[in-house]
């Protein structure tokens, strides 16, 4: 399976919780979806488009995130307007931001339908090429997106492995070894988002992932990326 590994980071990020309407939290790692949002923005796709490309490469693209920087979280308050009477007052908000949110991601192909824009986007990161401005989650959260390495991976294995990068809760992965020194942080994650811009509820995943410069050792499925060797789970 074709796969690129590359980092992603900004200044802030805010990934939207849908259980968190009033005052919304975010997750602590990109998810799925936000980063379909973000090849689209990369490759120039309008919103018409992207209706069909989101479901399109849930099924067909697989990812994987290593934290580089610690979870950090701050509050800010803004003003929520209607575009339709933006002159009336406006209910205050609080929304939950990442803050210097740094992500190693690995993006494989998995079905030979989406190929075109995994090639397009892939030689649109190698010039450092974007038609619309990336973001982290939201509008006014840019990020930065370089090319880190490209590989394959290798099928579908089994066993005990030593991972940076997320995988699943019990009994999907069952952990062997945590370092208590070290914050192991949990998740859930939406993978899978329609036509209609729904991220669906049957579609989430429950994740574990370990800290910044940490690992965690589990007994489970794994890909290994044959350029390094590193182990991943990826959804």
Known sequence: ?????????????????????????????????????????????????????????????????????????????????????????????YFEFLKDPKFMIIIALKNVRSEVIFVEFLKSIKKEESIYTPVLGWHNCPANVHLESESNLSGLQQGIFETSGFVEKPPKHKPKLLNVQSRIGFDKLPTFQDDDFWNLPEHYREIIYPDANATITVEGEYYEYLNDNSKWWLI
């Open 1 to 93: 399976m074709r796969a690129i590994k590359i980092i992603v980071d900004g200044s802030w990020a805010h990934f939207k919780r849908p259980e968190t309407n009033n005052n919304p939290l975010s997750h602590d790692l990109i998810t799925k979806t936000a980063l379909i949002g973000m090849i689209g923005a990369v490759l120039g796709k309008e919103r018409d488009e992207m209706k069909l490309l989101f479901p399109q490469l849930s099924e067909d693209l697989l990812y994987g995130v290593r934290l580089l920087n610690p979870v950090k979280k701050n509050s800010w308050g803004f003003t929520s307007r209607t575009a339709f009477k933006p002159w009336k007052s406006g209910t205050p908000k």
